[in-house]
């Protein structure tokens, strides 16, 4: 993808996460999808793999197709990522989400 794509694709992945309610998770491929890109969920991947580690922008909202935190059980981003989404109320088995509990 050339750069001036990349960087459009990049901005709005960007927007639409950022205007994700609290409680809500998307996929890799739906972000891609409604940024326009349906084939480059792994390039939404690599894009929230670069945001900086202080970010505001709620990346643990993404997760893969299956409902599941793509993240190794038992590793240090695993870890965040699950505590993020269990503070929005989600119910996490493993790597999967089972339920949102009602607030």
Known sequence: MPNQEMDSFKSKVIFILSHLPAGHVISYGELAKQAGRPNNARQVGKILK???????LP???????????????????????????EQEGWVISGQR???????
Do not use: H, M
Request: aromatic share 12%.
């Open 97 to 103: 989400l089972i339920i949102k509990e009602a607030p």
């Open 50 to 56: 670069e945001l900086p580690k202080d970010t505001k």
């Open 59 to 85: 990346w643990y909202r993404v997760v893969n197709s299956k409902r599941y935190i793509s993240f190794t059980e038992g590793t240090e981003a695993y870890r965040r990522q699950r505590s993020a989404l």
